[in-house]
């Protein structure tokens, strides 16, 4: 009678057409071709506790250095090893070496890939600071001759609409500019576990024309996200004060629910109309530059949060952001 396979003693139904590799996938035992033959086995089939990636006990296992102790206990290893009866098993040692070292050298590869692109990454937003810095000196340095203009010539009213229009592109262009700024930040860094009640309590001095009331509950809860969520915070607050029109107050709010927690930014300005809640994401979409809330989806959705808009034209807005199982956590209220 031929030696059984893994999958045949174990019975686990992962190797190919098995009964549940539909479920579960093929194991990697099944398909190793280059352990074909290894005691006498199909494949990795008599040569499993090699493989990185195989059920054992009902779980997937991790690889060979944190699974072998485990498997010199399994009942199918003792029985290969008491089957081959002195045979050299040196093939699975080779195949283990073989991918302990393709696995460094696609480490180091790796390494200096990231090492290659922090470089550039750090060339390139030098000279993104250079150049920001160089126009927003040009910038006001028109702004400044518009305004000796206007001041210059006051008394014809055709001029002065004209340069007002001059000014407010201006202040349009300083604004993408920092934009740029902002932009070049995102992602820059790694997120972190962030309070939001922390959060909104650092950009209190940002806004101060519109009071910003998170509930108390939102103590209890961290979010993983990019270290740019006070800007998130921020163009929310400054989207309500600049298209409001009578926004008095902002409540932020949070639940739990299956699939997520929930964030709500609530104002009871205007509201947004039906037509143009998702459109308000788009770049260059808006009545100023357009840049503010499209940053806002971008920054959160580096950690996976979703972002759309719920309110009831006439009656406020209403964000509503989705952080992702996994991406927020309950904590101790410190006393």
Known sequence: M????CWEF????????????????PCPAATEARADGVNGGKNAGRACWAIAGTMCGGKVTGTYASKIADCRCCEFYQSVHRDLKGDDPSRILDIVLERATALEHEIEQRKQVEEALRQANKKLNLLSSITRHDMLNKLHSVSLLVELLGRSYCQDPALAGNLSAIEAQLGDLEEMVWFTSDYQDLGAQSPSWQNIPDVIAGIRDWVRTIPLEPDPDLLRYEVYADPLLSKV????????????????????????????????????????????????????????????LFLVREILSITGITITEKGVPGKGALFEMVVPEGSFREHEIKS
């Open 10 to 25: 174990r019975k686990c139904g992962r190797e190919p057409l098995g009964a549940h590799v539909h479920e579960l996938g």
């Open 233 to 292: 915070f921020y163009n929310l607050a400054d989207n309500a004060a600049r298209h409001g029109e009578r926004v008095s107050r902002i409540r932020v709010c949070g639940r739990v629910q299956p699939g997520g927690f929930v964030i709500t930014w609530e104002d009871d300005g205007v509201g947004i109309p039906d037509e143009e809640k998702e459109k308000i994401f788009l770049k260059a979409y808006g009545k100023n530059t357009g840049l503010g």
């Open 2 to 5: 031929s030696a059984k396979n």
